[in-house]
Each structure stands twice: as C-alpha cells, then as structure tokens.
C-alpha cells in the first residue's frame, strides 16, 4: 500500500480522521470544534514531509480515541481553504477550538514534540490510552538524536530523517553537528522550508553550545525571575523548540525589564527571531508589541 492509500483508507476507517473540503469545513470543522477540537492538517501527495507526519497524526487522533478530530486538506484540491488559512508551506498543521485557530506548526514533528503539542491544549479522554502511552514524557532532543540516529543506521537511504535530524541536533544546541547534517541533505530537502528556516537559525543554535537544557534554565527562572542570563538562554531554546511565541514573550520581558542586559541583547535577539520565522501573523503581532515597548 503506498501513502496515499494509507492516508484514504485511514480517513475512511476510522471515526476520528476525515477529509475537510469547502463543502464540509463550516460544518464538520468550525461548527464541530464547539465541542470537539479539530487538528486540520494540511497536506499533498507530492508532499515528502506530509509521508511522515500523515501516519503519526492518525496514530495519536485514534489513540486520543475522541479527545479531537484529525481533519485532512489536500491543498492541491482545496486551495481556497488553504489560501484563508495563509498556508505558505506543507505540512502545515492548526488546531481548531472554539471556533477558532488556536495553536498550529509547519513541518514533520517528531512523535514526542506532537504529543507535547497536544498536551498543552487536550488530554486523552478517560481510559482511552494504556498507563504506560499516557506516563510517557515526552523526547528531549538528546533523546531524539537517539533515535532518528538509530533509525538512520538502520534505513540510511531515508533522507526525510536527516533533515529530522539536522532539526533535533539544532534543538540541542548543536550547532556544528546540524549545519554538516544541513549540508549533506540533497537537493530536493535542502530546499525544504524547514532545512531554510534552519539554516537561518544557525547563529541562534549555536547560542546554545554547552549552555544548560531547557529544565535547568526553566528551573533558574522560577528560582530567580530577574535571571536574565536564563530568560535570554530560554528564548532561545523555545523558539529553536516546539513553542517559539513562549520564546519571543522571555525576550519580551528582557526589554521591557532589563533592555540594556548584555549590551541590549533582548532587542537583537527579537529581531534575529523575526527574521528565521515563517508565521507571518506571529511575527506582526510581536513586532507590535516590541514596538510598543520601544516607542
């Protein structure tokens, strides 16, 4: 079966995964997330990272057994619902809630980002997952590097996975170690939105080589919120993360509390963000607020 027949039958199979269309998006998306949250992902046939993130997402909407619904666009047949979504790159993913567009990511997220992810917005309803799926923390990124190492000894002609690895390696503040995986991926992934937004980060990364992990900095500001050596670190590490708007609010707080630390760092580092990120309603919205701060 190749992956488009996976991703047919697994809509028709199961109760929580279904095609969106511009018949059915009113109705089976903004009306239905009233009640129920809606994951729509945006995808295409042609798309290599939609190969890997497709199969994963089906997993965990028939593993949250109701908890949401996984609504899937092809956006080669539907490209006016994903020219309102402002869909600039695929995969693309947004949560739907309430009626509106709640939280969303670009790109093939390993298994433990998109758990962690979905945890921040939905548990799994009671008794729909084994106590040993639902204690399961999520990946570090050592932990990550890992795995995708292991699988890369095993399947070394899967390319998608050393761009998966160039991202984990980024997210541990590994910089040279990422930048070599960037340079060794071939052409059709080197073009990837996510290997360019990566290579963009590079200077970012390597902010972080041999700087504590994200436990140790969030455990810094909780005991010292005016550590701004950790604020700063802790920016980093979310926007190069699966939460980049909670890094840009750390550097945020710098300007606004300590603008002149380390020789005005909060406002380089903002405007550094600005330039790697691809949400372009994310970027607006911040530089409003750094605006506001400066002005």
Known sequence: M???EHLVNAAVAS???FDVDQENFEAEVLQASLKTPV???FWATWCGPCKSLGPLLEKLANEFNGAFRLGKVDVDKNQELAGMFGIRSIPTV???KDGQIADGFAGALPEGQLREFLSRHLQPLDGDVDEATEAAPPESPEQTINRLQQELAASPDQSELKLELAIALAQAGHASAAEAELNALPANLAT???AVRLRSQL???RSLEGKPSLDV???RVQANPQD???HDLLGVRLLLGSDPAAGLEHWLLLLEKARDWNDGQAKKRLLAAFNTLDDAELVGRYRRRMASLLF
């Open 2 to 4: 190749n992956s488009q």
């Open 15 to 17: 109760p929580h995964i």
């Open 39 to 41: 994951l729509v992902d």
């Open 94 to 96: 947004m949560l739907v």
């Open 192 to 194: 990837d939105s996510r």
């Open 203 to 205: 200077d970012l990364v």
């Open 217 to 219: 900095l969030q455990q």
């Open 228 to 230: 701004w050596e950790a």
